[in-house]
């Protein structure tokens, strides 16, 4: 019987260490869309969908927000060429539009404590604060003067305040009433509305208050305590709101508790991110702040002192890009400007006393890239980084340490966020348009254009003495319609050759098939989570085992690359691969002086 030597675990993706040097279970530069799925399998990514409509715009997505408002509901906002929109059945609704047509974009939520409602914060670019309650209904009927909505219960239950404005086809119409009800009144002028036209409450935009410098624009906001903060990477003031009122940022003195704040500190400011005890600001080149408060009493009167910690950093420790940072439960992740992925705070599973940064075993590819308009999100245990000059996403699986190959959906992600099932969603960075990542087995239609799995040189154990192989074996999953390509390439760039061989799921002396409704386990191979998506799979996936065979070709160290490309629906997964390499009867002369 054949002795096999065999992968059988997948370590990751590396561009760091010396790809002769390293395990055989690491995959090298050159893999993109494939990933190492939570059963430890290597194989096909899923595809994308597009969210709504096709673009309308001249830009891209310049920011967008996932919020679960305090009346139930789940929006997800964007903003683009001067409009702010939300996505409801799968449509997409300006709220406002008009606005600065910048790459400027921030989106935060405060509490309204006067008309007892959680308020979507928002800024442009400008020099002025928007706020929306996230009141959305549809049309039922209507006269000149009410309108009754489609929707069970009451207009106040959706986020409409008592009176105000409502929205409708761009055009704002005043309402006095009837917010308890199914019905809105003391409307005047109303046309005649189709039935489920969409109604919004009023975008409400207040210009900066006194204490902001004069001229100043809003390029970053976060909340902490149900307090505002402000900033501008062309000024070193930070602008704090009270708790009881996010459009007062004055205070007493001594300060009262929740008063008003503005803070100087040693850099300019590049946006801000809360943690579990305080606000972090983060400067452009070197500096990271925590704010911290205290409480003290005097003579039994409670006032609030702060302080401003200036972390321990080097130089080029700032963020990088503004959208480059996430929360991770009580940790921020961040992109320096050196470039790397580092760490505020201890993240579970990472090691909070290493030296290095995550990104030091892709630093030759953290080194290469154009972080502009970068982009992270915390997703499914996973840190998200989008690269839209590169057209690319990369996955850090913070559960198990490693980081996945690139994923190339064709065009430049820029913007992530989350949505209501809570699937990734990329927003286009070129033009308005929104994906939902990582869904079915297509992009949008269209075949996934390549699975690239390029594994690290193996020498099998020793450097100086020639191998052979006779059998290279192999078994997964593959779909029927699919065609996976293997190649083994003998030394350096195929110096000593290269033998291509086809796997096919059609093929029925190697693939294996049965009619279940069991699948694999009780789920259909894929079904389970890929990277932290579902990848449901054609229902004839199929179990492949292949020995090929092949001529012996004398060599140092083998490569090998599973590849597929441009098959509709396609799907493969890895288990195991290897072969039987033995040392060779030949010597090594040819390096032998």
């Known amino acids: 019987m054949a002795e096999y030597i065999l992968t059988e675990e997948y370590l990751g993706y590396i561009s760091k260490p010396e790809l002769t040097n390293t395990k055989s279970g690491y995959l090298a530069p050159g893999s993109i869309n494939v990933i190492i799925d939570w059963s430890g399998i290597i194989g096909t990514r899923a595809g994308f969908v597009r969210l709504g409509r096709v673009a309308s715009g001249?830009?891209?997505?310049?920011?967008?927000?996932d919020w679960d408002t305090s009346k139930g509901f789940y929006h997800l906002l964007r903003k683009y060429d001067g409009v702010v929109e939300f996505l409801y059945n799968d449509e997409w609704y300006p709220i406002i539009s008009g606005l600065t047509n910048?790459?400027?974009?921030?989106?935060?939520?405060?509490?309204?404590?006067?008309n007892k409602?959680?308020?979507?914060?928002?800024?442009?670019?400008?020099?002025?604060?928007?706020?929306?309650?996230?009141?959305?209904a549809t049309v039922a009927s209507n006269t000149a003067n009410t309108i009754t909505m489609q929707q069970a219960g009451t207009w106040g239950g959706r986020g409409f305040l008592t009176t105000g404005s409502v929205r409708i086809n761009g055009v704002d119409y005043a309402?006095?009433?009837?917010?308890?009800?199914?019905?809105?009144?003391?409307?005047?002028?109303?046309?005649?509305?189709?039935?489920?036209?969409?109604?919004?409450?009023?975008?409400?935009?207040?210009?900066?208050?006194?204490?902001?410098?004069?001229?100043?624009?809003?390029?970053?906001?976060?909340?902490?305590?149900?307090?505002?903060?402000?900033?501008?990477?062309?000024?070193?003031?930070?602008l704090v709101s009270k708790a009881s009122n996010y459009l007062d940022f004055s205070s007493s003195t001594p300060r009262a508790v929740g008063d008003g704040n503005?803070?100087?500190?040693?850099?300019?400011?590049?946006?801000?991110?809360?943690?579990?005890?305080?606000?972090?600001?983060?400067?452009?080149?070197?500096?990271?702040?925590?704010?911290?408060?205290?409480?003290?009493?005097?003579?039994?009167?409670?006032?609030?002192?702060?302080?401003i910690n200036k972390l321990k950093t080097a130089r080029r420790q700032g963020l990088l890009t503004r959208?480059?940072?996430?929360?991770?439960?009580?940790?921020?992740?961040?992109?320096?400007?050196e470039p790397t992925l580092d760490t505020v705070g201890s993240i579970e599973n990472v090691n909070s006393t290493q030296n290095v940064p995550i990104s030091d075993i892709i630093k030759n590819d953290f080194d290469s890239y154009d972080f502009t308009d970068a982009y992270l999100k915390y997703w499914k245990r996973n840190i998200v980084i989008s690269i839209p000059k590169h057209n690319l996403i990369l996955l850090y699986d913070l559960q198990r340490g490693l980081w996945q190959p690139p994923q190339s959906f064709g065009f430049p992600i820029g913007v992530l966020s989350i949505g209501a099932d809570g699937g990734l969603i990329g927003h286009h960075y070129l033009k308005d348009e929104s994906y939902k990542l990582f869904t079915g087995l297509n992009d949008n239609g269209v075949a996934i254009f390549q699975h690239t799995a390029l594994f690290v040189l193996n020498n099998f154990g020793t450097r100086y003495e020639k191998k052979q192989l006779s059998k290279y074996v192999q078994d997964g999953y593959i779909s029927a319609n699919a065609t996976l390509k293997r190649k083994l390439i003998y030394d350096y760039r195929g110096q000593a050759g290269e033998s291509e061989k086809e796997i096919s799921g059609a093929n029925p002396r190697t693939t294996y098939y049965r009619e279940t409704n069991a699948g694999f386990g009780q789920a259909h191979i894929g079904e389970r989570p890929l990277s932290g998506s579902q990848l449901t799979p054609p229902d004839d996936i199929r179990r492949f085992r292949v020995i090929h065979?092949?001529?012996?070709?004398?060599?140092?160290?083998?490569?090998?690359?599973?590849?597929?490309?441009?098959?509709?629906?396609?799907?493969?997964?890895?288990?195991?691969?290897?072969?039987?390499?033995?040392?060779?009867d030949i010597e090594p002369n040819e390096i032998t002086e």
């Not at 480059?324 to 439960?329: G, L, P, R, V």
């Open 175 to 238: 309402y006095t009433g009837g917010t308890a009800t199914q019905t809105i009144t003391g409307l005047s002028g109303l046309p005649a509305l189709p039935v489920g036209t969409m109604v919004t409450m009023k975008v409400g935009s207040t210009p900066n208050p006194v204490q902001f410098p004069v001229g100043q624009i809003n390029e970053h906001i976060g909340i902490f305590r149900n307090q505002l903060y402000f900033g501008s990477s062309a000024s070193r003031v930070v």
């Open 323 to 337: 959208s480059a940072k996430t929360t991770i439960k009580n940790a921020i992740a961040y992109i320096t400007r």
């Open 549 to 584: 065979s092949e001529y012996p070709v004398q060599f140092y160290e083998l490569q090998v690359k599973y590849e597929m490309k441009d098959v509709l629906n396609g799907v493969w997964k890895l288990v195991v691969h290897g072969s039987d390499a033995a040392l060779s």
């Open 58 to 65: 001249s830009n891209g997505v310049d920011d967008a927000f």
């Open 117 to 136: 409602v959680t308020k979507c914060i928002f800024i442009v670019g400008d020099t002025n604060i928007y706020e929306w309650t996230g009141g959305f």
């Open 102 to 114: 910048s790459k400027i974009a921030g989106f935060t939520t405060v509490y309204d404590n006067t």
């Open 262 to 307: 503005s803070v100087t500190i040693d850099d300019v400011c590049m946006g801000f991110i809360a943690s579990e005890n305080s606000m972090t600001i983060f400067g452009k080149n070197d500096d990271i702040y925590n704010i911290k408060y205290d409480i003290v009493t005097t003579n039994t009167v409670p006032y609030e002192v702060f302080a």
